[in-house]
C-alpha cells in the first residue's frame, strides 16, 4: 500500500502512518488498498482520508479466492486466500449442512455431493460489505471527537471528510479534490 | 517513615510474618490467599523492614518492592469509546497495578473532540476521590493543549500522558509524562515499556510528595488501623467486591452502602474517640454503595478539641 500523508503536526503525522497502517492491518484490508492518502489538520480540525481499491469491490465468489475441482461426486477446495476461509465455510454449512463440509487442513475443505462450478458462483462477500467495512476502518481511524463527516464514494476510491463541528462548503470541496485527485467519480 | 513492601510466597509459617508485622507496629494492607500461595502487602516502619525482609526470605518467600501500595489511581481517558480505550489506558493501569495501586479506568461522557471536549462537575467529583489521576491524551498538540481544561481544576494530583510535549501544562498537572499519545496495540515494546515505567515513576514521585506533606501534619491514626478495625465488622467481611476495603493516602474507601452503615461505622471507636469525631465519612459520588472516609489531621482534631473547650 502507499502511503501519503500530510499533518500541521509532526508527532501526528508519523503517529498516524503507523495507527492507519495497524488499523487496516487488524481488519485485513491493507492488501486491498492501492494508494491511501490521509490529510490531517487539528487545528481547525479538517481530517481526509481516501483510499483507493486494488480492483473495484465487486462481489466476491469462491472461484476468486479458492481452486476448485470435482472429483468422484464431491467438490474440493483448497483455499488461496485464507482471510476468506471463515466466510466460505459458512456460506458452505448454510447450503449443504454441517455433515457435508469437512475441513480437512486449514486450506484444504471437501464437499459431499456438490457441484464445483456450482460452489465457485457461490458469493462470499459482496461488495457493498467490502465498502462497509473500509468505511469502518476509515472512521476507527479518525480521530474520536470529529463526529461530522461526509463520505465520497465512487469507482474504486473512498473519501472521508470529518471535522468537529460544522461541515463547511470548503472543507468538502477540499475532500472532493482529494477524492478526485485519488481517481475517484462521483 | 513507614516502607511499603510485598511478600510473594506460601501460606507456611505465614502467621510469624503476622505476628512479627503487629510487633514492629507495622500493619497488612492488602492480603490475596490464592490455595496455597499468598501475597501480603504491608507496611512497616523502615527501622524494622529488615527484620521482615530476613523473616519473609527465611519462611521460603520474596520480598518485593510496591512503592504505590496503599493508594488508589484513576486513568482516565477522554471518552470510554475505541478510540481511548483499551490502549495506552489498561497499560497504564496495568503498570500501576505492578507497583502496587489498587486502579480504576475511567472515561468522560463528553471528553472528545479539541472544542467540544468538557468535563462535568460530578466527573470531577468522583476523579477527586482517588490519590491522584491519569489523564491520557492523544496525538495532537493543539488537541491536548486545548483539553488541559478537563484537568485544571481538579484538585488532586494530576499526571498527564501525551504523545508531543505540549506547551503550558506547568500550571494545570504535576507531571507531564510525553511520547504515549493514542495507540491501537498494547505497549509491548521495550521503548513502551520502559514508558510505562516512567508513567509509574512519576506517579510514584508525585506520591511521594504527597505522602511528605502528610507527614508533615500527620493523620489521627494511620488508615491501615481503621481498615484492621473495619475488618472486622461483618457487612465488610462479608462483602463479596473485590477489594472491599482500599486504603487511600489520607484514607479508606469501604465498599458498602453508606445509608445502611455510615452510623455504625462512625459509631466504631478508634484511640478512644468516635470514628466519626475524627473522620470525615461521607458517600462515594460513584453510587451509594460505597462509602468514602477521610481522616483528619492530629492538627484539626486539637483545633476542634481546643474549640470545643472554649464553647
Sequence with gaps: MELEIDSTEDFGLEAYRSLFEEVMFDIGKLPTIEKARVSLNPHVPLFIFSVRFKSATADKTIGDIANVRTDEGNAHITVTDERYAPNILEELWRRYGRNAVTQQTRFDIDVAGAIGKEVEDIVISSGEDNAREMLGALWRSMPEGIKNRHTYIGGRVITVVATEELLLPEMLEAGLKVHEAMGGGS | ?311
Excluded: W
Excluded at chain 2, 525482609?53 to 510496591?66: K, T
Design chain 2, 1 to 311: 517513615m513507614f516502607k511499603v513492601m510485598m511478600y510473594d510466597g506460601g501460606v507456611y509459617r505465614s502467621d510469624e510474618l503476622y505476628e512479627l508485622i503487629e510487633d514492629v507496629g507495622g500493619v497488612v494492607l492488602q492480603k490475596t490467599r490464592s490455595s496455597q500461595m499468598l501475597t501480603v502487602t504491608m507496611s512497616v516502619p523502615e527501622e524494622d523492614a529488615q527484620l521482615v525482609e530476613a523473616l519473609c526470605l527465611e519462611i521460603g518467600g520474596e520480598v518485593r518492592q510496591v512503592p504505590l501500595a496503599g493508594t488508589e489511581i484513576a486513568v482516565v481517558g477522554p471518552t470510554l469509546g475505541r478510540h481511548h480505550m483499551p490502549h495506552p489506558i489498561c497499560d497504564i493501569a496495568e503498570q500501576l497495578r505492578k507497583y502496587g495501586a489498587i486502579t480504576v479506568v475511567m472515561g468522560l461522557a463528553r471528553g472528545r473532540g479539541k472544542d467540544t471536549a468538557q468535563i462535568n462537575l460530578e466527573e470531577r467529583l468522583i476523579i477527586e476521590e482517588y490519590d491522584a489521576a491519569i489523564f491520557s491524551l492523544g496525538n495532537f498538540k493543539t488537541c491536548i493543549e486545548a483539553k488541559a481544561d478537563l484537568f485544571k481544576d481538579v484538585r488532586i494530583p494530576v499526571i498527564l500522558t501525551s504523545g508531543p510535549m505540549p506547551e503550558g501544562m506547568e500550571e494545570h498537572c504535576e507531571a507531564v509524562i510525553p511520547g504515549v499519545g493514542r495507540k491501537v496495540s498494547r505497549m509491548r515494546s521495550p521503548e513502551e515499556r520502559a514508558k510505562l515505567a516512567e508513567i509509574a515513576d512519576a506517579v510514584e514521585e508525585v506520591l511521594g510528595h504527597r505522602r511528605k506533606a502528610i507527614e508533615e501534619d500527620p493523620l489521627f491514626v494511620h488508615p491501615g488501623e481503621i481498615k484492621a478495625l473495619l475488618e472486622d465488622y461483618e457487612p465488610v467481611d462479608m462483602c463479596l467486591r473485590p477489594a472491599p476495603i482500599v486504603m487511600h493516602l489520607d484514607g479508606l474507601r469501604v465498599k458498602v452502602p453508606y445509608a445502611e452503615h455510615a452510623g455504625v461505622i462512625a459509631d466504631m471507636t478508634v484511640y478512644g474517640r468516635r470514628l466519626g469525631d475524627v473522620c470525615r465519612i461521607t458517600p462515594s459520588k460513584i453510587s451509594d454503595s460505597s462509602i468514602l472516609i477521610r481522616i483528619k489531621t492530629v492538627a484539626e482534631i486539637e483545633y476542634e478539641d481546643a474549640r470545643g473547650d472554649a464553647a
